[in-house]
């Protein structure tokens, strides 16, 4: 069982067991966090370069209160994505510290090979909204990058390691808000073409309280039993009624419309799991506060068949609060949030101090961006021992470097080295690593360098699971193509790439047994024009 899910089943307020509700409601605090909280043109890619703009976007929020929960649910939303970026940067897992706070804390492990403490998101959110001064995340992402690149210059073939934490990337919250809002717009558009009118007339259902008294009544005439019900809830009409009711609490009660996807990984009689009470479905849910209420739609109708007062089923939901001013002034720590952590928590800083001087040069070492895809130090170390193995390989492959000289013709020989020693594409995968097939795949690769211009890109950072087609690539940029991010966008961007040809060798050199006789390797230079 994974890692995060141990705690499903012990003890009730244990460590193990707030660590699985935490890990558990990540998925809902940050699609909360991107649908209500954060511009348009957030990216969501958990990246440091991100950290500065939500510190930004954290200080102004704060300025303001207006006596609800939003604040505390901005922090809460801040310290969730904070710590998911400090593991995609320095590995690890998420943990729970019974010591910290009030009565506990998740907190991040960085990878234990670091030997660094661990850190108290929530925490350094509180420094950051007292300090002020909008430098907080990006400093202790600074000093987390540090410390992974001292032990890459002594080891460079390592990299962090992280547990993946399930269902919070992007795509995945995207889809489940464009589910709701797809679900809840075309309801809406069946509402004005045709429910309305065979319910009785648009003027009847104006979303008004004494609008439902008439759905009631509807129902209560229409449906003798509960059993009647379920026969006939899946009709469009009744779907209709039902998605009438859930608009009503969206509109009077301050709830938002919901869908929670199913995660095939998830272990059954978890939150995200097939047999979750709550997955697949779009159900309405006052998610921007505290005490706010969520349900399906189906089982308010049943509750009003069944003899409750449909007013009643609504008024589960909390009504709206009182409207208040908003009060201006200097960030500060929402009192909300003292049931886990007092003002008093946030007095020893989370984050070290640094001298001006020091954080000058941290600054000046480490802009946040990158790791290029063309610089970086997992492509740099592959360069590098390529480089030292090259004398060795050109001797195995037959004539030494002086054979070897990275010319086009060089490349039919290659070629025909490559045909030679293996009969099928299978049988390369399958020798994918074998130094033979590494050291081929870099100097068909060099000579793209050397005589087109290329230059070598990877990824920087390993998948999760490796795949077939995670190796390093060469590309030439276009004259006109922009100084951009050099991000994998740059080469698979939809809008058109920034570079003329892009090349991955190793999958090259396996497509020679898939290809036409007639190909070779010296088609490659050709694409380059």
Not at 45 to 62: G, I, K, M, N, V
Not at 117 to 126: A, C, E, M, S
Not at 193 to 207: I, L, M, S, V, Y
Request: aromatic fraction near 12%; include cysteine; proline fraction near 6%.
């Amino acid at each position: 069982m994974d890692v995060y899910m141990q705690g499903k089943d012990a003890l009730e307020g244990s460590p193990a067991n707030r660590l699985y509700l935490w890990i558990e409601s990540l998925h809902e605090i940050m699609a909360r966090f991107l649908d209500q909280f954060m511009h348009g043109d957030w990216e969501h890619l958990y990246s440091a370069r991100e950290l500065p703009d939500l510190e930004e976007q954290l200080l102004s929020f704060c300025k303001s209160d207006d006596g609800s929960d939003t604040n505390a649910l901005f922090v809460e939303s801040a310290a969730a994505y904070l710590g998911e970026t400090l593991v995609e940067e320095a590995g690890g897992r998420w943990e729970w510290d019974a010591r910290a706070g009030v009565g506990g804390l998740p907190v991040i492990c960085p990878d234990p090979v670091l030997g660094l403490d661990p850190i108290v998101p929530h925490l350094v959110v509180g420094q950051a909204v007292t300090d002020g001064s909008g430098r907080t995340f990006a400093t202790l992402a600074r000093l987390l990058r540090t410390a992974v690149r001292d032990r890459q210059e002594e080891h460079r073939e390592w990299w962090p390691k992280r547990v993946p934490t399930p269902w919070i990337s992007y795509g995945c919250l995207m889809s489940a808000l464009h589910e709701a809002d797809r679900w809840r717009n075309n309801r809406m558009l069946d509402y004005l073409d045709w429910w309305a009118a065979e319910a009785g007339g648009r003027e009847r259902w104006n979303f008004t309280t004494t609008s439902l008294d008439t759905l009631q009544a509807l129902l209560r005439k229409t449906f003798p039993t509960v059993e009647d019900y379920y026969e006939a809830c899946d009709e469009p009409f009744w779907v209709m009624a039902a998605w009438y009711v859930g608009e009503c609490i969206v509109q009077n009660k301050d709830a938002q419309w919901q869908f929670r996807g199913i995660n095939p990984d998830a272990p059954l009689g978890t939150w995200h799991a097939e047999d979750s009470y709550w997955t697949n479905a779009v159900f309405v849910n006052q998610r921007l506060r505290y005490d706010g209420h969520a349900e399906l739609l189906p089982v308010m109708l049943h509750d009003v068949v069944a003899g409750q007062s449909l007013r009643e089923v609504v008024d589960r939901f909390p009504d709206p609060l009182p409207s208040a001013e908003y009060i201006w002034g200097e960030p500060a720590w929402p009192t909300a949030l003292w049931p886990l952590a007092r003002p008093e928590h946030l007095q020893t800083p989370a984050v070290p101090s640094l001298t001006g001087e020091e954080l000058k040069r941290l600054e000046k070492a480490d802009d946040l961006q990158g790791p290029d895809w063309a610089d970086n130090h997992r492509l740099n170390s592959w360069l590098d021992q390529r480089r030292e193995a090259f004398p060795a390989w050109a001797e195995e492959a037959g004539g030494g470097t002086i054979v070897w000289d990275f010319s086009p013709e060089s490349l039919d020989r290659l070629e025909g080295l490559v045909r030679t020693r293996f009969a099928t594409y299978e049988e390369m995968v399958a020798a994918g690593s074998a130094p033979f097939l590494v050291g081929a795949a870099w100097y068909f690769g060099e000579v793209q360098v050397k005589r087109c211009g290329a230059a070598w890109r990877w990824c920087p950072k390993p998948g999760d699971e490796p795949t077939a087609h995670d190796s390093p690539m060469v590309a030439r940029a276009r004259p006109d193509a922009e100084d951009e991010d050099q991000g994998d966008e740059d080469v698979y961007g939809d809008d058109g790439d920034a570079y003329d040809h892009v090349c991955e060798p190793a999958g090259c050199l396996r497509a020679l047994l898939l290809r036409e006789s007639e190909a070779n390797l010296r088609d490659a230079l050709e694409l380059y024009g």
